[in-house]
């Protein structure tokens, strides 16, 4: 199986294709039901990992490792992963897009922030100069076998945002994203200058970014949509109130008789189905 080519071609049929954020094992053991494919944001990945903003923390052995496990686990899932700016200079760029590759990801987001860094939905972003990326992006292009690639940028002055969108769009990449981009007019626009090259649209709650239905992300043109937090922001809600109400009851857990809430079976099964998929991965290597 050719993990890139199995996304390039979803991308390419009708519809827009949701990549569902995880942050973790448990959090994707719960969306893989429900989803098809995974999305690890930087954001996520530094939340759980590190317990810190998403501003450059990231070590890539630390994100290969992931990526591993949940290979892993989950064989026939697209694995979209978030490499930030390459994590320094175009060798280390695509030295992790290879490792990635190798590790069976589907395909990797490389922005155009240079350090320091931070979420694309955060103010205060600084971009390298373009013709620089462009250098780096074409270095992991090059690099890749079959891994599927997103051009990313970050700008944020609607003038530049369509200069590098339609810069990136004259590149190899198979799909461009602006992120952070702020209303349903800068969709529109920045579709236009793509042509025919595949679009991606970042949500996550809170950001800069306009609610958008996945019926009015195709109705827009766009190809692809990344929800990078809806896990990590549930399990934030539902933790702060299990946590208080345990503190309200004076310790005393739960009842999972009535199956309202989750307990030990409930949680074992779930991670029993991921034990089950193991026996499709070797089938499922990439060549």
């Not at 280390?92 to 155009?112: K, N, P, Q």
């Not at 949500?203 to 766009?222: C, D, F, M, N, Y």
């Amino acid at each position: 199986m050719r993990y890139g080519q199995a996304l390039r071609d979803e991308i390419a049929a009708e519809g827009t294709t949701p990549l569902i954020g995880v942050h973790d094992m448990y959090s994707a053991s719960l969306a893989a039901p429900h989803y098809n494919g995974f999305f690890v944001s930087g954001f996520g990945f530094a939340a759980s990992h590190y317990g810190l903003p998403d501003i450059g923390f990231i070590a890539w052995p630390d994100m290969v490792a992931f990526a591993e496990r949940l290979r892993g686990a989950f064989p026939r899932h697209h694995l979209l992963v978030d490499i930030d700016d390459g994590y320094g200079d175009p060798e280390v760029a695509c030295h992790v897009a290879r490792r990635l590759e190798r590790a069976g990801a589907t395909g990797v987001i490389l922005e155009d922030q240079k350090r320091p860094r931070r979420c694309g939905h955060a103010d205060g972003k600084l971009l390298l100069p373009l013709e620089e990326y462009l250098e780096k992006l074409a270095a992991v292009l090059a690099a890749r076998t079959d891994l599927l690639v997103v051009a990313r940028t970050d700008a944020t002055q609607e003038d530049d945002i369509l200069r590098r969108a339609a810069a990136l769009a004259a590149t190899d990449a198979d799909v461009v994203l602006v992120d952070g981009v702020r209303s349903v007019e800068a969709i529109r626009r920045i579709r236009t200058v793509l042509g025919d090259k595949p679009l991606l649209f970042n949500q996550i709650a809170g950001g800069k970014s306009p609610r958008l239905s996945l019926t009015e992300l195709t109705a827009l043109g766009v190809d692809a949509a990344i929800y990078s937090t809806p896990c990590l922001f549930a399990a934030h809600r539902a933790m702060q109130t299990a946590l208080a109400e345990l503190k309200c009851a004076d310790g005393r857990l739960p009842d999972t008789g009535d199956g309202g809430e989750i307990g030990v079976k409930e949680a074992t099964e779930l991670l029993a189905r991921n034990l089950g998929r193991s026996h499709l991965v070797r089938e499922a290597v990439p060549v």
